[in-house]
Antibody, heavy 119, light 105 residues
Framework: EVQLLESGGGLVQPGGSLRLSCAASGFTFSTYGMGWVRQAPGKGLEWVSALNRGGETTYYADSVKGRFTISRDNSQNKLFLQMNSLRAEDTATYYC????????????WGQGTLVTVSS | EIVLTQSPATLSLSPGERATLSCRASQSVSNYLAWYQHKPGQAPRLLISNASNRATGIPGRFSGSGSRTDFTLTISSLEPEDSAVYYCQQRSSSWTFGQGTKVEI
């Protein structure tokens, strides 16, 4: 059974940093692209970032480009999102998601971790 | 950036009725269009990939159709547990989601 477990969320001040982690199990992690999707309170889903199975190719939404960095450790089956220069508008539940294959949608999602940016 | 526009914003129907949700893309996404169901406090759930392929374990009452810029998710006979927000998402160029359609039963 595929499982994705996010951690690292919490309360951070504007301008601060946070690192999210996603522990994956139940599938061969190194053979799938992964991504992060967020949902701000009362809003819809917003794609944040993604990377290919090897981690060499990364993609970012314009809203986070230059501030967030996605990475993965295939030896530990983990996905990361380093978030710097956080803003109030980054407040959201962040979901880790697994791609179904090349150019396929996210077929499994974690339960999410809440990030609150506030002074 | 490809923009996805979903309609209607909210759909209020009774059990057993048919629900028709629309997703329109600002440019062609071929068939790289997926549909998700999202309930409060839960992880989003993939329903349909490549416009019309039901994901594993998804009931037959859910079906998808369309290509290029116009897509439809149909729920043939609504069950109470189908109350949720439904999102379309394109994977043709980067990733984008529609703004969602809330289905109330």
């Amino acid at each position: 059974e595929v499982q994705l477990l996010e951690s690292g969320g919490g309360l951070v001040q504007p301008g601060g940093s946070l690192r999210l982690s996603c522990a994956a199990s139940g599938f061969t992690f190194s053979t799938y692209g992964m991504g992060w999707v967020r949902q701000a309170p009362g809003k819809g889903l917003e794609w944040v970032s993604a990377l290919n199975r090897g981690g060499e190719t990364t993609y970012y939404a314009d809203s986070v480009k230059g501030r967030f960095t996605i990475s993965r450790d295939n030896s530990q089956n983990k996905l990361f999102l380093q978030m710097n220069s956080l803003r109030a508008e980054d407040t959201a539940t962040y979901y880790c998601a697994k791609e179904g294959g090349h150019s396929l949608p996210f077929d499994h999602w974690g339960q999410g971790t809440l990030v609150t940016v506030s002074s | 950036e490809i923009v996805l526009t979903q309609s209607p914003a909210t759909l209020s129907l009774s059990p057993g009725e048919r629900a028709t949700l629309s997703c329109r893309a600002s440019q062609s996404v071929s068939n790289y269009l997926a549909w998700y169901q999202h309930k409060p406090g839960q992880a989003p759930r993939l329903l349909i990939s490549n416009a019309s392929n039901r994901a594993t374990g998804i009931p037959g009452r859910f079906s998808g159709s369309g290509s290029r810029t116009d897509f439809t998710l149909t729920i043939s006979s609504l069950e109470p547990e189908d109350s949720a927000v439904y999102y379309c998402q394109q994977r043709s160029s980067s990733w984008t989601f529609g703004q969602g359609t809330k289905v109330e039963i």
